[in-house]
């Protein structure tokens, strides 16, 4: 059983480093590529040969109902395969660019915990438990967003436990609700009791967990924290938040909850179609007049976000794929898109568009790879986010949704128009620089490339004869709702 | 707070008197948490209460002399690594990840119930210096410069 060890391998190495590492982060660095190599090429293995079918590990040995379970299926092998690819790139991205920080092993412990409470969340079939590894993964988010200790990044992280504690809170109360009125924390036993209860409470319980997870994911009434949290942190830890922390706390507890355990009650589909719809507009309006390169990011993150739950909202299964699809590239193209601005920051010290100028013939690796990261976030193809944002507008269309459909349109027409003046101010404007002091390094130049490279290779997935084997195992999943009580606990011995 | 030698020659003689009891306790409730209401986290809330009463008492001049800092963070570190070896020793010798392995014994003695007092013990050595070690950081930090950690 390879459950257990998404959590426990980077968590050991967490503990390792701070005991392991003396002055220098030589012991941090291959204890942490030691943990997530590990994990990648576990996932990899569960999904390749267990995507089909879903399996619970009890904790312990103390079976569900008493004690915790985890739970693996086709949705939490494709979430860890993401998270770990987006980790690996951004561990090899870190250690040239933290170095120019400050050498120091804080910050991959840091990490390592980060990561366990990703996976955490992600593997858990217990309410109360996922909660634990949620505050795990937030607290050493905050702790990595004022990792810099300039003021604006202790003002962005404090802002960002504030809402984070808010958020918690709210879901804290929310637990609480569903504890009391059905005396169970299993995820499962949970979507079991649900149908029999007072309907309104029900929907009482479901709003409070909009209010929650919707704040960590961001969607647009809950984004404030976002573009502060996100553009003052160190560009690897960006792209980790803005690649998949706000997806596996916020989009993959939503798809958990709403679908598999509320079993996509109407109202709160159309609840997500709306913040879908919203977020996408003003995300990309607030995101297209910025000149700080990686706030602009962070605001087109919201709007990416809300495509995801546009494609979600729609609750067909053309639109479940879409959705899951353009969670995956997504979490590529705008962690490949925050290794750009932080290569640049690190060169020449600035964020500023205006500032950048001509910097093609300067970092024509960062430029090339920037290039085809904002190709495939304004949906150009044959890049990977023109695929999910053509399902997600069929899918709109079909259901009957032409004005979503119009939206989905629109903002990726803006995103284009926000594209085009980073490559022109940022990559290719007028300002001239000199040969700078430091240049970015083979590791990162890696990091760039192997995402560069799954921008372009990711649009298989939608290739009938692949996406059977890689997209639509955790369509299934999702869309078979709470057949998923079944799955868990006809499993459980 | 301030490099000051510590408060009163009272609280100080109540200190040296109290500190060694408060201790005694923490060590009572983490080894019968099986046992009584209480546990490793509890108990290891006490023994920090211990350490920083010696703290606020004497100051932390003579308590980084009295305790090795950098071994205390050591022996943290470790704690809870070796919590995590004993959990996977559950998955070698029982079933599953902090399953027990061990014999259950008699009721309501202290040696028994397999695992849990072992736990009890790491968990509550990991909260004692944890905790402990949280405050004494914080108390470094000058706020009129802002610290390092």
Request: include cysteine.
């Amino acid at each position: 059983m390879i459950l257990p060890y998404f959590v426990l391998l980077p968590l050991l190495a967490a503990f390792l480093i701070a005991l392991l590492a003396g002055k220098k982060d030589d012991w941090a660095i291959a204890l942490s590529f030691m943990a997530t190599l590990s994990i990648l090429a576990l996932s990899v293995f569960g999904f390749i040969t267990m995507r089909e079918q879903t399996f619970t590990y009890a904790m312990s040995g103390w079976n569900i109902p008493i004690g915790i379970c985890l739970v693996q299926d086709a949705l939490s092998l494709f979430m860890l395969f993401m998270i770990s690819l987006i980790a690996l790139t951004s561990l090899c991205f870190s250690v040239q660019y933290i170095r120019h920080l400050a050498q120091d092993w804080k910050y991959y412990a840091l990490f390592m915990l980060l990561l366990t409470g990703m996976n955490g969340v992600v593997v858990t079939g217990d309410l109360f438990n996922l909660y634990v590894f949620m505050e795990i993964a937030l607290i050493a988010a905050f702790a990595l967003v004022a990792y810099g200790c300039r003021a604006e990044e202790y003002e962005a992280s404090f802002k960002y436990a504030i809402m984070g504690g808010f958020s918690s809170s709210v879901i804290l109360i929310a637990i609480a609700l569903t504890y009391s009125s059905t005396s169970t924390l299993t995820l499962a036993g949970i979507a079991q009791a649900l149908p029999g209860l007072d309907q309104r409470l029900v929907m009482w319980i479901a709003a409070l967990f909009l209010v929650g997870f919707g704040l960590k994911a961001a969607a647009i009434p809950f984004h404030t924290w976002l573009p502060d949290a996100h553009s003052s942190a160190p560009a690897p830890i960006s792209s980790m938040l803005s690649g998949v922390l706000i997806k596996a706390l916020g989009i993959y507890v939503l798809i958990r909850l709403f679908y598999n355990v509320f079993n996509a009650p109407p109202l709160f589909m159309n609840l997500l179609l709306i913040i879908g719809s919203v977020s996408i507009m003003l995300g990309v309006f607030l995101a297209i007049g910025q000149w700080d390169l990686k706030r602009l990011l962070a605001y087109h993150s919201i709007s990416q976000i809300g495509y995801i739950l546009l494609g979600l909202g729609l609750a067909t299964p053309l639109g479940i794929l879409g959705a899951v699809f353009h969670l995956f590239n997504h979490a590529i193209f705008k962690s490949l898109l925050f290794y750009g601005a932080g290569a640049v920051e690190m060169v020449l010290g600035t964020r500023n568009l205006k500032k950048m100028g001509k910097l093609a013939h300067l970092l024509p690796i960062t430029a090339g790879t920037n290039m085809v990261a904002s190709l495939s976030i304004s949906g150009i193809p044959p890049f990977n986010g023109f695929f999910s944002k053509l399902i997600l507008i069929i899918a709109a269309i079909q259901a009957g949704h032409p004005v979503y459909a119009f939206w989905a349109i629109l903002g990726s027409l803006l995103t284009l128009a926000s594209f085009m003046k980073v490559q022109r101010y940022g990559f290719y404007g007028e300002v001239e620089h000199q040969k700078p002091n430091i240049m970015p390094g083979k590791l990162i130049h890696a990091a760039m490339l192997i995402l560069a490279v799954i921008c372009l290779l990711s649009s298989l997935f939608i290739v009938p004869g692949i996406r059977e084997h890689t997209l639509d195992p955790v369509v299934d999943v999702i869309n078979n709702k709470i057949h998923y009580i079944e799955l868990v606990y006809g499993r459980a011995l | 707070m301030k490099d000051s030698h510590g408060m009163t020659p009272i609280v100080k003689t109540v200190t040296r008197v109290s500190v060694w009891l408060i201790l005694l306790y923490g060590c009572y409730i983490i080894l019968h948490g099986h046992l009584t209401p209480g546990g490793g986290f509890a108990g290891g809330v006490v023994i920090a209460l211990a350490f920083l009463n010696v703290m606020l008492a004497y100051g932390k001049s003579f308590t980084a002399e009295w305790l090795n800092i950098r071994l205390l963070k050591d022996i943290e570190a470790a704690s809870i690594t070796l919590f995590l070896v004993l959990g996977l020793l559950g998955i070698a010798f029982g079933n599953a990840f902090l399953a027990n392995f061990l014999g259950k014994g008699e009721m309501f003695s202290l040696f028994s119930s397999g695992t849990i007092p072992l736990f009890n013990i790491i968990i509550g050595i990991k909260v004692a210096l944890s905790l402990f070690l949280v405050v004494w950081v914080l108390a470094d930090i000058d706020s009129a410069k802002g610290g390092d950690l």
